[in-house]
Each structure stands twice: as structure tokens, then as C-alpha cells.
């Protein structure tokens, strides 16, 4: 399926793929920091968010990421740093699978590389009936208050507004076949160790979802690896904290790239 994105700046290609239920707009406060740092930004929409349709009732994010791939390809693009925070995480982790070719650097932001446990599995469809009978409140009484960190809880009301209306916007058939895409997701550990790119993990401090004993555990197994922890930050590391976040993008970008 052709993805829809958006992109700014020029300079070395950095493919940013966002986490559910959102789209390529979390990435906004990223842009004007990112794009004039020599950075040709790409921000792709994942299927059914954004301006991206959907196809079938289940996404795959395997799928997915061989669309990621063809994007690339089309936009001439040799090698890119590529990285997702979550759900993009886990598209990164396929594509790397897929098409290490394109790597040149990865960024992993508040993600695990395995796949979901029985218990999670069963949650997730537990979700997907309430998504059924309750639309994307169902997101948002369930999954929004577990994402944010107490920081953010007590001092942003605003992201948390924004955070609810971005979640009201996503279109439930979508969540619903995201949510199956992850739940059959494979495990993608054992390629922690045949990781040969440089490779940024961030993750926030007070992540619930992906915390930072996930994060610990896949800095040991990825050889060339660092791990950037975002203080008063819970999952959404990039819109809780974006000076911190960008700043440790913009500091791995230099170290690789010049
Ligand atoms: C995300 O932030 O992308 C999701 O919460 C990931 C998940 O549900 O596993």
C-alpha cells in the first residue's frame, strides 16, 4: 500500500514512524528542531492513521514495514537512520529483519523488542471488544492514562487535552486492526545481537508500558547501542519532553553522520 508522509529540511534522510493510535502528527514538535539541523526528515503515516488508508481488517507490521521499505526506495534514498517510538518500534525491528541494507543508523524509542505475552494478548482483545462497542473512548479510558508519566499528568494538561483529541481522531477500524496487527507481532529478540548499525535507544523515565528494564535489556544485547533516558517522561518521550528527546536525536546524528 502506498503511505502517505510529510517531509522537511534536506540533509542526511532520518524516516521517523510514529506509535499507536496516533499518526505522523506526534512528530510535529520534532520538526522545527530536527529539519534545520541538516536532517531531511520523513514522516510516514502507518496504516489507517493519518492520511494513510487501510486494508483488510488486520495490520500486519511486517506488511507495513516492507511499505516503509518501498517508500524509501521510492524517494531515492540508499540509507536513512530509521526509528519509531512503540508501534513504530516494532515496524523498525521488521524492517531491519527485512531490509538491513537501508539502515544506517536506528533509533528505538520506548519499544520492546518482544512480542506480546498470553496476558497481553488477551488484554489486547479484551480492547478490541470495547473498541467494537465503545469507539476510540474505549483508547482512551483504557491506554491514555498508563502512557503518560505523573510529570506530564500534574504539569501539562495541555498535551494530555491533546493526547485525548488525538486519540478521539483515530478511526476505530484502524485501532481495531493495529491492535490485532500487534498482538500477532513475532519476536524479534534474537535480532538484537545481528544488530551492525549504530543505535539510539531513548525511553522515558517513567515509561509503564516499555520501561526501562526493556530498555537496559536490549542496550546489552545491541552491540554499538546507547541508551538516552528522558527525565520526567513517561512513553511518550518526544511530547512529554522534546527538548531532551531532540536533543539526544540531534547528539547520536552527529556522532554518526558528522
Ligand atoms: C504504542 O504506543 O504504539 C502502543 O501502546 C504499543 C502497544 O500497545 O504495544
Not at 496504516?47 to 483488510?56: M, P, R, S
Not at 488525538?166 to 485501532?175: G, S, V
Request: glycine content about 8%.
Amino acid at each position: 500500500m502506498k503511505l502517505d508522509f510529510e517531509e522537511h529540511g534536506s540533509g542526511f534522510p532520518v524516516v521517523l514512524l510514529h506509535a499507536f493510535p496516533l499518526s505522523r502528527q506526534m512528530w510535529k514538535p520534532q520538526i522545527a528542531s530536527l529539519a534545520t539541523q541538516n536532517i531531511r526528515l520523513i514522516l510516514p503515516d502507518l496504516y489507517g492513521f493519518g492520511g494513510t488508508g487501510i486494508e483488510g481488517d488486520i495490520s500486519r507490521l511486517e506488511e507495513m514495514a516492507a511499505d516503509i521499505g518501498a517508500l524509501i526506495d521510492r524517494l531515492g534514498i540508499k540509507q536513512a537512520v530509521i526509528g519509531g517510538l512503540s508501534m513504530g518500534g516494532y515496524v523498525t525491528f521488521n524492517l531491519y529483519r527485512l531490509r538491513p541494507e537501508l539502515f544506517r543508523a536506528m533509533i528505538l524509542c520506548d519499544t520492546n523488542s518482544a512480542a506480546d505475552t498470553q496476558e497481553k494478548r488477551e488484554n489486547r482483545f479484551k480492547l478490541i471488544e470495547n473498541v467494537i462497542e465503545n469507539g476510540t473512548q474505549a483508547l482512551i479510558d483504557n491506554m491514555l492514562p498508563n502512557l503518560t508519566g505523573s510529570f506530564t499528568k500534574a504539569n501539562n494538561k495541555d498535551l494530555t487535552a491533546k493526547l485525548t483529541r488525538m486519540f478521539a481522531e483515530t478511526d476505530p477500524l484502524a485501532a481495531i486492526a493495529a491492535l490485532r496487527g500487534m498482538a500477532e507481532r513475532s519476536d524479534h529478540t534474537y535480532l538484537l545481537p545481528e544488530i551492525e548499525v549504530p543505535t539510539l535507544l531513548i525511553f522515558g523515565e517513567e515509561d509503564e508500558l516499555t520501561d526501562l528494564k526493556i530498555a537496559e535489556g536490549m542496550h546489552e544485547k545491541i552491540k554499538d547501542s546507547r541508551l538516552s533516558v528522558i527525565k520526567d517522561a513517561g512513553h511518550y518521550s518526544n511530547l512529554e519532553q522534546p527538548e531532551q528527546f531532540d536533543q539526544a536525536v540531534v547528539s547520536f546524528i552527529r556522532e554518526i553522520i558528522g
